[in-house]
């Protein structure tokens, strides 16, 4: 069965460290992956979108790898602070008509 | 802009009864969703029109239906509430082909006594 995983467990790192999330797949093969935050009581966020031919996406303090050889992709944010504190969801190209399948998301808490 | 907006906030329900999510869009999008979200499930794709007067099945679509009002607006009905159908609803849009990114609206929080 098709299938996205991310780390169901909470991540919490201190402030000014470097946080990494993890997005799995199996049996797609998407043209795209994209990183959404979500608040709670709100509706996800757009924050990055990486194809299946760029390795990397950088935007200020993000960074998206995408292995489409282990089925990977990773987000990183680094020099994190307090208010990046949220549940972070991958989201996959399923099929036409700009359909995605998300993950159930990482919950990331930065202390102080 | 407004965005997505999404009436009502919050609903309570008995089994059985009907009731319309409203969506609606000012970004002149071609395409819209309706998503829900359980813990545990993440968001999954109930209905979705790829343009304005077409509808098509996401993942979960039994006991929904939808209607592609005009280019701006995307309703879900529930024609029997279920306990099941318990959850958080939120309506997406996005531009035509080779615009991926997806808005999102700030959700109805529905819950089915």
């Known amino acids: 069965s098709q299938k996205i995983e991310q780390n169901s467990e909470a991540l919490n790192i201190q402030e000014g460290k470097t946080a990494t999330l993890t997005c799995n797949y199996t049996?797609?093969?998407?043209?795209?992956l994209q990183w959404y935050r979500q608040d709670p009581g709100r509706g996800p966020v757009f924050l990055l979108l990486?194809?299946?031919?760029?390795k990397e996406k950088r935007k200020e303090r993000l960074k998206v790898t995408f292995d489409t050889t282990l089925k990977q992709s990773l987000f990183h944010i680094t020099a994190s602070q307090p208010a990046d504190s949220a549940t972070y969801l991958c989201a996959l190209d399923t099929g036409g008509g700009n359909k995605l399948t998300f993950g159930t998301g990482t919950q990331l808490k930065v202390e102080l | 802009n407004a965005g997505v907006t999404q009436t009502p906030k919050f609903q309570v329900l008995k089994t059985g009864q009907s009731m319309t999510l409203q969506c609606a869009q000012d970004?002149?999008?071609?395409?819209m969703y309706w998503y829900r979200q359980d813990p545990g499930m993440g968001l999954r794709l109930i209905y979705y029109s790829a343009s304005e007067g077409t509808t098509d099945k996401g993942e979960v679509p039994n006991g929904y239906n939808v209607s592609r009002l005009n280019k701006r607006e995307f309703s879900l009905r529930l024609e029997s509430a279920a306990p099941s159908q318990t959850s958080v609803y939120f309506c997406?849009?996005?531009?035509?082909?080779?615009?991926?990114?997806?808005?999102f609206g700030p959700g109805t929080r529905l819950l089915v006594l």
């Open positions: 970004m002149n999008h071609n395409s």
């Open positions: 049996n797609y093969s998407p043209a795209y």
């Open positions: 997406a849009s996005s531009e035509a082909q080779g615009q991926e990114t997806q808005y």
């Open positions: 990486i194809r299946e031919n760029e």
